[in-house]
């Protein structure tokens, strides 16, 4: 149940919201940027790794054999470039550019390390984002930073990952938002 509500789609929409409601000048530019990051972003990917699913490419929505992982970090890494330069070039608000650029390094990063070892996704999405939601609102945010081992453990007991694979994926996607995220999100 942890791993379906906080699954990558979840977290990175309501990251989006929330990055686009923090820095747009108004409700409807909130929405406006929201709506254009969501359907060129999550909506593409969620389509495609549906379609793969259903015509049995990949074994799930959140593939759990590493060799089939790989596709969908190219495919989100490529759906983040694209949707960067169209948000960069109509001029989206600074702080939605700077989760475009973290989300884009982490998929990188995440790729990479895809060939050769299997990180957990879900436990790397949910410390990011209490990361990010850290740094944006202080103390008040510290309760989110509980959902990271919560996650990692149902990661674990449904034997998707490994202690490793949990662990490691939090620290990574924690440090490159610190590393990537937080200087341009202060730019």
């Known amino acids: 149940m942890t791993s379906n509500i906080l699954n990558p789609f979840w977290l990175i929409m309501a990251m989006i919201l929330l990055l686009s409601f923090t820095s747009a000048a108004s409700t409807l530019d909130a929405l406006k940027w929201a709506f254009v990051s969501i359907a060129m972003s999550i909506l593409p990917v969620f389509l495609i790794i549906f379609y793969l699913v259903r015509r049995g490419s ?3 929505v959140f593939t759990n054999v590493r060799e089939q992982r790989t596709r969908i970090y190219l495919l989100g890494g490529f759906c983040a470039v694209i949707s ?3 948000l960069a070039y109509s001029g989206a608000p600074s702080l939605l550019m700077a989760g475009f650029i973290t989300g884009l390094s982490t998929a990188i ?3 990479g390390i895809n060939l050769w070892w ?3 996704l879900h436990t790397a ?3 990011a984002s209490a990361t ?4 944006l609102y202080g103390w008040i945010a510290v309760g ?3 959902l990271v081992p919560l996650t990692g453990w149902a990661r674990i007991e449904l034997e998707y990952h490994s202690l490793a694979q949990a662990i490691s994926g939090a620290l990574l996607a924690a440090l490159i938002v610190v ?9």
């Open 144 to 146: 989110s930073v509980a």
């Open 58 to 60: 990949l074994d799930a």
């Open 179 to 187: 590393v990537v995220f937080y200087p341009l999100a202060l730019a």
């Open 118 to 120: 299997k990180i957990s």
């Open 84 to 86: 960067y330069i169209i």
């Open 125 to 127: 999405l949910v410390a």
């Open 109 to 111: 990063i995440f790729t």
């Open 132 to 135: 990010v939601l850290v740094m």
